[in-house]
């Protein structure tokens, strides 16, 4: 029957009837009750049956039929298994009436075998596993076969199940490898399906501190890697709409497509969800791994707690401490993630690697097991970038899933909600990374992310500016071991980092900030007179002043020069020649009509009236406090037209370009009457941009 089932061109017909024909010859065969009145199995129901003797055994019908014993069933059921086994590819057939028939035979054999073929029911559990897992994916009808196989387990014996998690999860991490991917999409499958049937107290053992996750746990993130490209960096771009959530792109492991990724993330997503408060030890550590750098913590947390919150509506007690402990700690990372670290020299490096031999005789041969990977020299040689982008990424996400975990907790009026309150701790990291922003506002309640921004700006300010005064030999990017080297590192300091972050909060705030944060803005002219010789922080700074330039420059109602501006009025046909003799002639007819006549009387009465109309201003209004910031900004920022790095140039020229729309002339020409000639400078720059951008100069002052 076996080999029918697993035939070439058998139809479903042909393999049901099969399986139906095993089925019942098993039962009749080797079945418990079978070999029970025959005495191959001992049915113990009391302690007197211990010690009693067996039942005697009972002689075959016809010499053809053989006696069971124990022996013969020790001898039968391992035949049977591998015959079991080799039914295996059935439980991928496309046809859904072979999967049902399928079903049907391992639920029999469950029931009717479970003595005898102890030692197969893992193999026919774990058929059923397969089988039920596309009725765990949500679907408004579920394949019968799989319905049915969901409703199968609910009489499989648990320690059989409880058996087959504690060896999947032991071997899924030697699995994840292209040549074991539909192994590992199987063991996947498995494990969800049986995270259904467990109880939640034997998942809670599995994630605790008993459970072995220090050994299992160890080596899956040992193997975990993930493709690289697999991920999103925002950019800001002209408006705040365009900072979007990149949760939307899945991460893909190494090795494997995104449908075995799929498999392997919710296999921890059911863990999380069915172990509850029990599984808040994993979640923490792998946190601890990930902030030790491992990114594959960072993932395995991220998916155990989304499980947890599918599960718990209002999270427990328990759950809300981890969850602000982990917020906290992975928001700590981003106050020296980022600062350099001494690289050692490549002589002394290679003084270390080499070891002196001496060696006699023939020559040594180098083996392949001798020879380095090209793995790991050019990951030892690679700064690994890519690898902190994807660990950063994968803590931004971790934070956003704990904003989304504390968002249902009741607060009453007069206390703040959790969420709130953590966000003094996570907004940093937001607006460094760019990212999570629109999630974590929409779960605070927030319609967009400005609101939440000026809601919570004291917050926002505050985490910047602490880190802003953290100045020192680290804001030029120097290697705080080594004061007498220089070269630059390719990641910026927290100083450097904070200026970015606020170049990043003004932009999307936009002018109230610079009320706000005048203080803030001070700081840094200071430091731009402190580090004038720094590349990279005057770099920074310029960035975040040009961008308080660019936010005025978009509000301005365009009403700065409206008291300066003459109010000429002249019709079109009066232009050229013709229009200035018009107008000379009316001019000398106006002198000759123009008749002085000194009268005390009308002199006097003039002046009462002029008492009692209003006076009219001498001047224009006096500038608002964002034009005043401008008009500061460009005077101390002219000094860096004669910079040596071109960028910088470059920002100035923008900064001014962008400031002399919204200053009227008295606030504005001053600074350009005193920096006039290093901008005619600028048009004999070597670099043609640095040219263009002084001529787009040139032409706003034009214009204006």
Known sequence: MVRVAVGDKVTSQAITFALAILEKVLERGIGDDVCIQSGAIRNYTSLDDLVSPGPTLAQPESP?????????????????????????????????????????????????????????????????????????????????????????????????????????????????????????????????????????STIGALLGPGGGIEKWGTTLLAVVRFEEGGKVISILGPTSESIQDEDHVPLVLRGLDAQTTS??????????????????????????????????????????????QQKQRQPSKRLVKAVKWIAKTLSEMWDDRFLPFPTPNSSEEREKLEVTEYVKGLNPLTTLLDRP????????????????????????????????????????????????????????????????????????????????????????????????????????????????????????????????????????????????????????????????????????????????????????????RDGEREDVRIEQEDQGLDGFLKWWRQRREGKKDDDWEFDLGKEKGKEKEGEEEEPTPDGPPPLSATQSLTRQIISRCT?????????????????????????????????IHASWPFILNRMGDSEVWVVAQCAKLVETLVEC
């Open 639 to 671: 000094y860096f037209l004669t910079h040596p790095s071109p960028y910088i140039r470059s920002q100035i020229l923008h900064l001014l370009t962008t400031a002399a729309p919204t200053l009227r002339a008295s606030a504005l020409l001053p600074t």
């Open 373 to 560: 990977s090209l793995s790991s020299s050019s990951s030892l040689s690679n700064p690994k970038e890519e690898s902190r982008h994807l660990h950063a990424d994968l803590a931004v996400r971790l934070i956003i899933t704990c904003h989304i975990v504390l968002a249902p907790i009741p607060t009453t009026t007069h206390s703040l909600h959790p969420s709130i309150h953590l966000l003094q701790y996570t907004i940093y990291p937001l607006l460094v990374e760019r990212k999570g922003l629109g999630e974590v506002s929409l779960a605070l309640g927030y319609a967009r992310v400005e609101n939440m921004l000026l809601a919570n700006f004291d917050y926002a300010l505050e985490s910047v500016a602490m880190r802003i005064s953290v100045f020192g030999v680290y804001a030029a990017g120097i290697h705080h071991s080594a004061p007498s080297v220089t070269t630059t590192t390719s990641g910026p300091s927290v100083s450097i980092q904070a200026l970015q972050t606020l170049r990043t909060l003004v932009h999307l705030v936009g002018s109230q900030i610079v009320s706000r944060a005048s203080d803030v803005i001070d700081e840094c002219f200071d430091r731009l007179d402190d580090f004038h010789g720094y590349e990279v922080v005057v770099g920074a700074l310029v960035g975040v002043l040009a961008e308080v330039v660019d936010v005025v420059g978009r509000e301005d109602d365009g009403t700065a």
């Open 64 to 200: 053809q039929t053989p006696q069971r014993t124990p022996t013969w069933l020790n001898a039968t059921c391992p035949q049977v298994h591998i015959s079991l086994l080799s039914l295996s590819p059935l439980s991928t057939h496309p046809n859904p009436l072979t999967r049902l028939a399928l079903v049907d035979l391992c639920t029999g054999l469950t029931q009717t075998c479970a003595r005898s073929l102890e030692n197969s029911q893992p193999l026919l559990v774990t058929h059923l596993l397969l089988l039920a897992y596309p009725a765990l994916q949500g679907s408004a009808t579920p394949p019968q076969d799989a319905q049915r196989a969901l409703e199968s387990l609910g009489s499989v014996d648990v320690q059989v199940v409880a058996g087959i998690v504690s060896r999947a999860l032991s071997l899924l991490p030697h699995r994840l490898s292209p040549v074991h991917q539909t192994t590992a999409s199987a063991l996947a499958r498995q494990l969800v399906s049986a995270c259904r049937v467990l109880p939640s």
């Open 263 to 308: 498999h392997i993330s919710s296999v921890f997503c059911a863990l999380g969800e069915r172990a509850g408060d029990e599984g808040v030890y994993a979640i923490e550590w792998f946190v601890g791994a990930g902030v030790a750098g491992s990114a594959a913590g960072l993932w395995c947390a991220l998916w155990l707690l989304r499980g947890q």
